[in-house]
């Protein structure tokens, strides 16, 4: 199980907004400064949508939005559209010999 | 444009070794760290490997420490993983990505490639 806990599954309708969560659970995660989200879409590579816990790669819709309170980290989906539908990952470094982690994933269903 | 085109993969049995390369093209390979990502059939993403742009330092996964070594040849912009050992469970997509900053944020991957190990 990861020290990245998030939820399996979340869901919303078009033009809704939906937050993705990511709890640290291990003391391994100390700091949880180098936070990002990634979303992967079926069969594709993962496309950085997030980092530095708030950051927007160029290119990247402002749509998306991060934010961090404490030992969670949430990515915002606002205006939720069809082509949002994906797995979206957060990734964080640890203080571990494993220098990076990822969650769990969360399935994004956009009904 | 930047392009990472990983190959490389294929069917082996427990035990044995494989080498991936991923060639980069399109920004200046040297100047950024690298890392290799893998993703299990249906699973999520698991963080295997990186390494600096010079190729000074290395870091690993605790799964692959010991069997798994990355490296990079800048005069040729290819990032290699030499796979030794391996096991079942390193049955993945394995994906190169270009670091942002230090090794933390991977900004572009490519498209993957399958190592299956079985018997």
């Known amino acids: 199980q990861s020290a990245l806990t998030q939820p399996a599954s979340v869901s919303g309708s078009p033009g809704q907004s939906i937050t993705i969560s990511c709890t640290a659970t291990s003391s391994d995660i100390v700091g949880y400064n180098y936070v990002s989200w990634y979303q992967q879409h079926p069969g594709k590579a993962p496309k950085l949508m997030i980092y530095?816990?708030?950051r927007r790669p160029s290119g990247v819709s402002n749509r998306f939005s991060g934010s961090k309170s404490g030992n969670t980290a949430s990515l915002t989906i606002s205006g939720l559209q069809a082509e949002d539908e994906a797995d979206y990952y957060c990734?964080?470094?640890?203080?571990?010999?494993?220098?990076?982690?990822f969650g769990g994933g969360t399935k994004l269903t956009v009904l | 444009e930047v392009q990472l085109l990983e190959s490389g993969g294929g069917l082996l049995q427990p035990g044995g070794s494989l080498r991936l390369s991923c060639a980069a093209s399109g920004f200046a390979f040297s100047s950024y760290a690298m890392t290799w990502v893998r993703q299990a059939p249906g699973k999520g993403l698991e963080w295997v490997s990186a390494i600096i742009g010079s190729g000074g330092s290395t870091y690993y996964a605790d799964s692959v420490k010991g069997r798994f070594t990355i490296s990079r040849d800048n005069s040729k912009n290819t990032l290699y993983l030499q796979m030794n050992s391996l096991r079942a469970e390193d049955t993945a997509v394995y994906y190169c990505?270009?670091?942002?900053?230090?090794?933390?944020?991977?900004?572009?991957w490519g498209q993957g490639t399958l190592v299956t190990v079985s018997s």
């Open positions: 530095d816990v708030s």
């Open positions: 990505a270009k670091a942002i900053v230090g090794i933390y944020y991977f900004d572009y």
């Open positions: 990734s964080s470094e640890t203080s571990s010999s494993t220098f990076v982690l």
